[in-house]
């Protein structure tokens, strides 16, 4: 299974960015996904997160200004961001929660990181 981030960049204040992250191999659903970031000389914390195809849920931080949302049929996950602050410069990575057999036949949930695509608010 492999996550694959893309659509950061440089925007200005005020303006607007959608990542995305897709999600290919094999396993058998997916339980959650979610987006983070992490900024220079901080910790990496989340962004938001989408469980069950609908329950959202998002840092106060980004609350009515970016929008989490999932095309099951593609397996991708998409974080639509708008009125980009400076304090939104971060690396953003996607996480998938999923279930899959292992060795063994038996179900398992894992957790996969994408490579983290970046995210620069500037003038």
């Known amino acids: 299974v492999q996550l694959q981030a893309s659509g950061g960049g440089l925007v200005q204040p005020g303006g607007s960015l959608r990542l995305s992250c897709v999600a290919s191999g094999s396993f058998l659903k997916i339980n959650s996904m979610g987006w983070y970031r992490q900024a220079p000389g901080k910790e990496r914390e989340l962004v938001a997160d989408?469980?069950?195809?609908?329950?959202?849920n998002y840092a106060d931080s980004v609350k009515g200004r970016f929008t989490i949302s999932i095309d099951n049929a593609k397996n991708t996950l998409y974080l639509q961001m708008n009125s980009l602050k400076p304090e939104g410069t971060a690396v953003y990575y996607c996480?998938?929660?999923?279930?899959?057999?292992?060795?063994?036949?038996?179900?398992?949930?894992?957790?996969?990181w994408g490579q983290g695509t970046q995210v620069t608010v500037s003038s």
């Open positions: 989408i469980s069950s195809g609908t329950t959202t």
């Open positions: 996480n998938l929660d999923f279930s899959h057999y292992d060795y063994y036949g038996l179900i398992e949930e894992a957790v996969l």
